[in-house]
Nanobody
Framework: VQLVQSGGGLVQAGGSLRLSCAAS????????MGWYRQAPGKQRELVAA???????NYADSVKGRFTVSTDNAKNTAYLQMNNLKPEDTAVYYC??????????????WGQGTQVTVSS
C-alpha cells in the first residue's frame, strides 16, 4: 500500500492550489486520512483529519480556506487550498490508516509536496 501525492508548487498570496493523495495497493478499507504540513524549523502539524465516517476537522489556521474532499472510487483525497498566505508555506504530507485485504493494518505517509506562497 502506498500514497502518492501530486500538486503543490509556487503561488502568490491569495491564490489557490489543490493537492492530491492517491492510495494504491491491496486496500480493504481506509479508516481515516489526514493532511499535515511541516514548515522549516517547525514541527509537523495537523492541517485536516477526515475519519471514515463523519466530517473533516480542520486546524483553526486553515478553517474557511482549506477543504478536503475524497473520491472513494479512486481512493484519492484532495486538499483544496484557497486564499493562501505566506505562513501556509510548508511541505504537505497526507497520511492514511486502514486495513489491507489480509486485514493487516497500515499507517502510511505520502512522499510530501512543497507548497510555497509568496507575499
Amino acid at each position: 500500500v502506498q500514497l502518492v501525492q501530486s500538486g503543490g508548487g509556487l503561488v502568490q498570496a491569495g491564490g489557490s492550489l489543490r493537492l492530491s493523495c492517491a492510495a494504491s495497493g491491496t486496500i480493504f478499507r481506509i479508516n481515516g486520512m489526514g493532511w499535515y504540513r511541516q514548515a522549516p524549523g517547525k514541527q509537523r502539524e495537523l492541517v485536516a483529519a477526515t475519519p471514515s465516517a463523519g466530517s473533516t476537522n480542520y486546524a483553526d489556521s486553515v478553517k474557511g480556506r482549506f477543504t478536503v474532499s475524497t473520491d472513494n472510487a479512486k481512493n484519492t483525497a484532495y486538499l483544496q487550498m484557497n486564499n493562501l498566505k505566506p505562513e501556509d508555506t510548508a511541505v504537505y504530507y497526507c497520511n492514511a490508516i486502514g486495513q489491507q485485504l489480509t486485514m493487516t493494518t497500515f499507517d502510511i505517509w505520502g512522499q510530501g509536496t512543497q507548497v510555497t506562497v509568496s507575499s
